[in-house]
């Protein structure tokens, strides 16, 4: 299971983050792009004060607002296409789940 171990606010909203498989880098969070409780963000005193859920693994913000461990870890590491990484559902934890019929 791909588990975030820790993850350290820069600026220009991006995060230094690092997996518990060894992989790390840069990953660049864009709230503004993708709108909903994410624009809670673009306060940098919210943005700063991410932390790692122990208990998940993933980043989290007062207020909420997480991202999937999973989908940021597949665009770090190059293993989604172009379009997957600009889903914002594929990177909210509390998007709807997809039925796969007919949606």
């Not at 997996?19 to 005193?45: A, H, M, Q, W, Y």
């Not at 909420?64 to 293993?79: E, N, R, T």
Request: aromatic residues 6%.
């Amino acid at each position: 299971m791909i588990r975030i171990v820790s993850a350290e606010p820069l600026p220009q909203y991006r995060l230094k983050i690092t997996f518990n498989d060894g992989l790390s880098g840069i990953f660049r969070v864009e709230p503004e792009r993708r709108g909903g409780v994410f624009l809670k963000l673009l306060d940098p005193g919210v943005f700063n004060a991410v932390t790692v859920n122990p208990d998940f693994g993933c980043v989290e913000w007062p207020g909420g607002v997480d991202l999937c461990p999973d989908a940021m870890h597949q665009s770090m590491s190059g293993s989604v296409s172009e379009a997957e990484l600009h889903s914002t559902a594929a990177l909210r934890e509390d998007a709807p789940p997809q039925s796969g019929k007919g949606n």
